[in-house]
């Protein structure tokens, strides 16, 4: 049977990955956000939920009694002890869902001809070697941070350059003009792919 070429998109926070991860889609390939499946664990799994609250206490919930992800990252981005714990709690259910969907895509009857998956952490995890090819998207930190609504201080230090995550690459677009340049060079990689 035919099986999806798998794409990894990576890069730094406030890149752009969510707008190329976009882009594919509009291109023609399947898509998923790893950071959509972490939200989703965090609303929706029992289990996770439960050690969550095990290992935080109740202070990381809202006032309806949801799991409060900006209560996580209060906690766990100034502690690497902490993150590190989150981390290894999350990451192998996150790969699970995605290997598990593109095993979905190749069982379809007219499969997508490729596949994209948003990894922030990609070559932090080791996660390139699940890929067939990979894609980062760099900016300048200015850009980055004007992009961000997240403390990107607290985070970037445990994250490999861009420079050497583009060495590492197959395909790197710096995502410093409009999103029609974005989507352009996202429609020259698929064709490259296809």
């Known amino acids: 049977m035919p099986r999806p070429l798998a794409v990894a998109i ?35 799994d029992e289990g996770v939920r439960r050690a969550l609250l095990d290992h935080f206490g109740e202070r990381i919930l809202d006032e309806a ?13 100034p ?18 869902e995605y290997l598990e969907w593109r ?18 952490l990609l070559y932090e995890v080791g996660g390139q070697e699940r890929f067939d090819k990979v894609v980062v998207v ?6 980055r941070a004007e992009r961000s609504h997240v403390e990107s201080g607290l985070r970037e230090p445990r994250l490999l350059p861009d420079e050497e995550k583009a060495k590492r690459a197959d395909f ?9 340049d974005l989507d352009a060079f ?3 990689v698929m064709d490259d792919l296809t």
């Open 138 to 143: 760099t900016a300048s930190p200015e850009l």
């Open 79 to 96: 502690d690497r002890e902490q993150l590190d714990w989150l981390e290894s709690l999350l990451h192998p259910l996150v790969v699970r």
């Open 10 to 44: 990576t890069g730094g926070i406030g890149a752009g990955k969510s707008e190329a991860l976009a882009s594919f889609g509009r291109h023609g390939a399947a898509t998923v956000s790893s950071d959509e499946i972490v939200h989703r664990l965090l609303r929706e």
């Open 103 to 120: 095993e979905q895509l190749s069982r379809l009857s007219n499969p997508p001809a490729v596949c994209v998956t948003e990894v922030p």
């Open 172 to 180: 790197v677009y710096v995502n410093d003009g409009s999103l029609e």
């Open 186 to 188: 996202v429609a020259g």
């Open 65 to 77: 009694g949801q799991v409060d992800r900006s209560a996580i990252a209060e906690i766990v981005f």
